[in-house]
């Protein structure tokens, strides 16, 4: 069965720093994989998917991930955070690519400070 | 601009009473999702329509039901609320245009059962 492990419940950074957050998934076939963003008090939008192709996926506001089947991992980066970047972000993965087979990591709050 | 809204943002009810959360989407999409979120659980899918009458269960469908009778609405039914399905409620809905299905959230329903 597959499943999603998001490393840090939380990752506090100060504007302007890099941040990375880890995301690492198990399963026994190919996937697709996702992250999410929830602002506060908002439903959550996509930020970026991989489906197939170059596992350096762009998204928006900045963000970028990198799918890393040997260590099964997609991490999600930014070289420069702002203080509207402070959100919670979360890993999804899917062995069919349909929204309805998605399994969701739990979650991690990024903190950006001044 | 596709929305997706959902009849209340904050709820407050009593343990075994009937609890209706309504969802809305405005650009005829066939797909229409129930999620909750907890935290450290991330999301979870209650339940999933595919269609007008039809649905399928999610990963946690037990002390939910649901309805679509029109293809905009998709509410999600607490027939006799507990205190355990205190939580957030996000609604979402989809399409698959040229092979690809793109998937929109609404802003959450923060239900307390007392």
């Known amino acids: 069965a597959q499943s999603v492990t998001q490393l840090d419940s939380q990752v506090p950074v100060f504007e302007e720093a890099p941040v990375e957050l880890r995301c690492n998934y198990s399963?026994?076939?190919?996937?697709?994989l996702f992250w999410y963003v929830q602002y506060p008090n908002q439903g959550l939008q996509l930020l970026l998917k991989?489906?197939?192709?170059?596992?350096l996926v762009k998204g928006i506001n900045g963000f970028e991930a990198e799918f890393n089947k040997s260590q099964t991992s997609f991490h999600l980066r930014k070289p420069s955070v702002h203080i509207s970047d402070t959100a919670e972000y979360f890993c999804?993965?899917?062995?069919?690519?349909?929204?309805?087979?998605?399994?969701f990591g739990a979650g991690t709050r990024l903190a950006v400070h001044p | 601009d596709v929305k997706v809204t959902q009849s209340s943002r904050y709820l407050v009810k009593r343990t075994g009473e009937k609890v209706f959360l309504e969802c809305v989407q405005d650009?005829?999409?066939?797909?229409m999702f129930w999620y909750r979120q907890d935290p450290g659980l991330g999301l979870r899918l209650i339940y999933f329509s595919y269609d007008v009458k039809m649905k399928e269960k999610g990963d946690i469908p037990e002390g939910y039901s649901v309805s679509r009778e029109k293809k905009e609405r998709f509410s999600l039914i607490l027939e006799s609320a507990s205190t355990n399905q205190t939580s957030m409620y996000l609604c979402?809905?989809?399409?698959?245009?040229?092979?690809?299905?793109?998937?929109?959230f609404g802003p959450g329903t923060r239900l307390l059962v007392l």
């Open positions: 399963s026994s076939v190919s996937v697709y």
């Open positions: 999804a993965v899917s062995e069919t690519g349909g929204y309805n087979k998605l399994i």
């Open positions: 650009m005829d999409h066939e797909n």
């Open positions: 979402a809905s989809s399409f698959l245009a040229g092979g690809k299905e793109t998937q929109y």
């Open positions: 991989y489906l197939s192709g170059s596992t």
